[in-house]
């Protein structure tokens, strides 16, 4: 185990997970907190040895992701632990929105009604029992803004320290809910990019080589959490997959989590093995991915982001070229959207289906919405976008259009003025 942990842990448990796998070389390593390949830096991610594995037994579990807890690597006793039961968000019917675009059958995932509101509930949830099962006291991460709150508050509810770094010029609502729930927020004067390289640094030293960073030396176990979205779409369906499917993209890890969610409910018999496309979503001011699908290039070159679309805006992604890869597989792409046009979806989906997105939904909707009128999704099949996080927390991006249509005195005759002006 290359890092230390701040206990030994009397029993580590994690459940149907068997080791580490390279995703490069396969090599692979016992279960620890560590996250590279030792023979060639490619990232590690947890390979499982799963027991039978029934859509009745799912069923029978509560409605948060621990009902998938058979399928991730978390002890058979997580049940029982303090955390945020994130998950078992709806899925949305999105009939009006549909017609708007021409589609004959649209679903909103709709992960704005997680604990912290947005989807990093889920991942944070996963990363948590690694760090009980490795001892480490204190929990830390680079954020573009929403980990940073779901990492603070599963802190708070477990009884760890926090310690949370973030890009300082965030929106002030992801700042406020990154320090609200205590422990240690620090703003730093640089992009995420710059963040994260500072967190793999703090890493090697001694006021950091005890912590459980979430997405850096927990990685591995984290990503597992964006599997449940795979899981819970296709049970929401029916036990389907969808036929296609639009995914944000920062790091681009949920993408790739949500392919490996899919694969392995075909795998186990719990859908029936069908094709689907997966379309991969950026701003247009951080869309290293989206710039080398068009290029149709291998290699992201990474880019300075300038967007309204800050939790997405990740200018080095470590999983961009799975993300390329996935998209070209599957026979789906990766596209983006203006600022302009990230606003405009986020107000068609508001007065659509009383969905209020953050800019992220805004890139996923918008970018939905630019592939339809391009004719590079089925109009007849059915497709689900990802809304995944709440537009509570992005209220700048729309503000200066959303504001009441008028203010009057308190009477009747000044409401009628104003209606017929
Ligand atoms: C973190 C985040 C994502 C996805 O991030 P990846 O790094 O690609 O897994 C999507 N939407 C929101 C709102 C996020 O905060
Ligand atoms: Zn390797």
Same mark, same amino acid.
């Given at each position: 185990?290359?890092?230390?942990?701040?206990?030994?842990?009397?029993?580590?448990?994690?459940?149907? *997970?068997?080791?580490?796998?390279?995703?490069?070389?396969?090599?692979?390593?016992?279960?620890?907190?560590?996250?590279?390949?030792?023979?060639?830096?490619?990232? !590690?991610?947890?390979?499982?040895?799963?027991?039978?594995?029934?859509?009745?037994?799912?069923?029978?579990?509560?409605?948060?992701? @621990?009902?998938?807890?058979?399928?991730?690597?978390?002890?058979?006793?997580?049940?029982?632990?303090?955390?945020?039961?994130?998950? @078992?968000?709806?899925?949305?019917?999105?009939?009006?929105?549909?017609?708007?675009?021409?589609?004959?059958?649209?679903?909103?995932?709709?992960?704005?009604?997680?604990?912290?509101?947005?989807?990093?509930?889920?991942?944070? *949830?996963?990363?948590?029992?690694?760090?009980?099962?490795?001892?480490?006291?204190?929990?830390?991460?680079?954020?573009?803004?929403?980990?940073?709150?779901?990492?603070?508050?599963?802190?708070?509810?477990?009884?760890?320290?926090?310690?949370?770094?973030?890009?300082?010029?965030?929106?002030?609502?992801?700042?406020?809910?990154?320090?609200?729930?205590?422990?240690?927020?620090?703003?730093?004067?640089?992009?995420?990019?710059?963040?994260?390289?500072?967190?793999?640094?703090?890493?090697?030293?001694?006021?950091?080589?005890? @912590?459980?960073?979430?997405?850096?030396?927990?990685?591995?176990?984290?990503?597992?959490?964006?599997?449940?979205?795979?899981?819970?779409?296709?049970?929401?369906?029916? @036990?389907? !997959?969808?036929?296609?499917?639009?995914?944000?993209?920062?790091?681009?890890?949920?993408?790739?989590?949500?392919?490996?969610?899919?694969?392995?409910?075909?795998?186990?018999?719990?859908?029936?093995?069908?094709?689907?496309?997966?379309?991969? *979503?950026?701003?247009?001011?951080?869309?290293?991915?989206?710039?080398?699908?068009?290029?149709?290039?291998?290699?992201?070159?990474?880019?300075?982001?300038?967007?309204?679309?800050?939790?997405?805006?990740?200018?080095?992604?470590?999983?961009?070229?799975?993300?390329?890869?996935?998209?070209?597989?599957?026979?789906?792409?990766?596209?983006?959207?203006?600022?302009?046009?990230?606003?405009?979806?986020?107000? !068609?989906?508001?007065?659509?289906?009383?969905?209020?997105?953050?800019?992220?939904?805004?890139?996923?909707?918008?970018?939905?919405?630019?592939?339809?009128?391009?004719?590079?999704?089925?109009?007849?099949?059915?497709?689900?976008?990802?809304?995944?996080?709440?537009?509570?927390?992005? !209220?700048?991006?729309?503000?200066?259009?959303?504001?009441?249509?008028?203010?009057?005195?308190?009477?009747?005759?000044?409401?009628?003025? *104003?209606?017929?002006?």
């Amino acid at each position: 185990m290359a890092l230390g942990t701040a206990d030994q842990p009397t029993t580590v448990d994690f459940g149907p *997970a068997a080791a580490l796998s390279c995703r490069e070389c396969g090599t692979r390593y016992d279960l620890g907190p560590s996250f590279a390949c030792i023979e060639c830096f490619g990232p !590690l991610e947890i390979a499982y040895e799963f027991g039978p594995v029934s859509r009745e037994q799912i069923a029978a579990g509560p409605t948060n992701i @621990w009902r998938y807890r058979s399928l991730l690597p978390v002890p058979a006793d997580v049940l029982s632990t303090p955390n945020m039961a994130p998950g @078992w968000t709806r899925l949305v019917r999105a009939d009006r929105l549909a017609r708007e675009l021409g589609l004959r059958s649209l679903h909103v995932k709709d992960d704005s009604g997680n604990p912290t509101h947005s989807f990093k509930d889920r991942v944070v *949830a996963i990363a948590v029992q690694a760090a009980r099962n490795f001892g480490f006291h204190t929990l830390s991460c680079s954020s573009t803004g929403n980990l940073a709150g779901a990492v603070t508050a599963a802190a708070a509810r477990a009884g760890l320290d926090a310690c949370v770094f973030i890009p300082a010029d965030l929106e002030e609502a992801k700042i406020v809910m990154a320090s609200v729930y205590g422990g240690r927020l620090v703003g730093i004067q640089g992009t995420y990019d710059e963040v994260n390289r500072f967190c793999s640094e703090l890493i090697g030293d001694p006021m950091g080589d005890k @912590w459980g960073f979430v997405n850096v030396n927990l990685r591995p176990y984290y990503a597992e959490g964006s599997k449940t979205l795979a899981y819970e779409i296709a049970e929401q369906l029916g @036990w389907r !997959l969808p036929d296609q499917i639009v995914i944000p993209v920062a790091s681009g890890s949920q993408l790739t989590k949500i392919d490996k969610g899919f694969g392995e409910l075909i795998k186990l018999g719990l859908v029936e093995d069908k094709p689907y496309k997966i379309f991969g *979503a950026q701003a247009a001011g951080c869309s290293p991915v989206s710039t080398a699908y068009r290029a149709d290039r291998d290699v992201i070159q990474p880019v300075k982001p300038d967007t309204i679309a800050k939790s997405l805006a990740i200018g080095n992604p470590a999983d961009g070229p799975y993300v390329l890869d996935i998209a070209r597989r599957t026979g789906g792409a990766v596209e983006d959207v203006t600022d302009a046009e990230i606003v405009d979806a986020i107000r !068609l989906l508001a007065s659509t289906e009383g969905i209020f997105a953050e800019t992220a939904g805004g890139v996923t909707v918008g970018v939905l919405r630019k592939l339809v009128a391009e004719g590079r999704l089925a109009p007849d099949a059915e497709t689900v976008v990802l809304n995944t996080g709440d537009g509570l927390k992005t !209220l700048d991006a729309v503000s200066a259009q959303a504001r009441p249509s008028a203010i009057i005195r308190p009477s009747l005759d000044a409401f009628r003025d *104003a209606v017929s002006g």
